[in-house]
């Protein structure tokens, strides 16, 4: 028990360290918080998601992306198409925005809200470079229950993450009674789509 704490404890820490930063995945969760438009079934997609890849690496998997640049340029071009369009979206949005209850009456529907959340999660190439080969490698210095215990650690900390995001948002709403507050987080966000986009690219020259 006592070489099994610090193992989940270094699994948790890095995990949360890879999970918590300014991306597309976690700006469309805290959008949609701020809406209160599927939360959980996001939250649980996002974090399930993640676990999975988590757990493909931690079992020794993670070679299978790393020495396969056809698969990562593929999903690299489809993950740049995709945040491009998504930015474009959020750009159109800033030019006419909402307050709170205006915004909410154009709901996203449960079937694309999913299909969103799963493109962001993985339609992008550092998801499993992340999740697959870096945590994935970095937990060969444990074995047997001491492995367990750090995957463990770490898909705690996407759960954490993610139900946190998710249903923090909604301390955010009354200033996002503005519509003016929604122009600058729907500017944000489109930023943040675009230049990951860009990024990708890059990384293919």
């Given at each position: 028990?006592?070489?099994?704490?610090?193992?989940?404890?270094?699994?948790?820490?890095?995990?949360?360290?890879?999970?918590?930063?300014?991306?597309?995945?976690?700006?469309?969760?805290?959008?949609?918080?701020?809406?209160?438009?599927?939360?959980?079934?996001?939250?649980?997609?996002?974090?399930?998601?993640?676990?999975?890849?988590?757990?493909?690496?931690?079992?020794?998997?993670?070679?299978?992306?790393?020495?396969?640049?056809?698969?990562?340029?593929?999903?690299?071009?489809?993950?740049?198409?995709?945040?491009?369009?998504?930015?474009?979206?959020?750009?159109?949005?800033?030019?006419?925005?909402?307050?709170?209850?205006?915004?909410?009456?154009?709901?996203?529907?449960?079937?694309?809200?999913?299909?969103?959340?799963?493109?962001?999660?993985?339609?992008?190439?550092?998801?499993?470079?992340?999740?697959?080969?870096?945590?994935?490698?970095?937990?060969?210095?444990?074995?047997?229950?001491?492995?367990?215990?750090?995957?463990?650690?770490?898909?705690?900390?996407?759960?954490?993450?993610?139900?946190?995001?998710?249903?923090?948002?909604?301390?955010?709403?009354?200033?996002?009674?503005?519509?003016?507050?929604?122009r600058v987080l729907d500017l944000l966000i489109g930023l943040v789509m675009a230049t990951i986009a860009i990024s990708l690219l890059r990384s293919l020259a």
């Open positions: 028990m006592s070489t099994l704490l610090p193992a989940a404890l270094s699994g948790f820490l890095l995990g949360g360290s890879l999970i918590i930063a300014i991306g597309a995945q976690n700006a469309f969760i805290l959008r949609q918080g701020l809406m209160r438009q599927h939360v959980f079934v996001l939250c649980l997609i996002c974090a399930l998601s993640d676990a999975l890849l988590i757990a493909v690496g931690v079992a020794g998997l993670g070679t299978l992306i790393s020495s396969s640049p056809q698969l990562i340029t593929l999903v690299t071009l489809g993950g740049a198409a995709f945040l491009f369009a998504y930015a474009f979206i959020a750009f159109r949005r800033a030019m006419k925005p909402e307050a709170l209850q205006a915004a909410k009456k154009g709901e996203m529907r449960l079937a694309p809200a999913v299909a969103a959340c799963l493109a962001f999660t993985f339609l992008n190439p550092h998801v499993y470079l992340d999740t697959v080969v870096l945590l994935g490698s970095l937990s060969a210095a444990y074995e047997g229950a001491g492995r367990i215990a750090y995957g463990a650690g770490a898909c705690l900390a996407s759960f954490v993450w993610f139900f946190a995001l998710g249903y923090g948002a909604r301390l955010l709403q009354p200033l996002f009674a503005r519509p003016s507050a929604w």
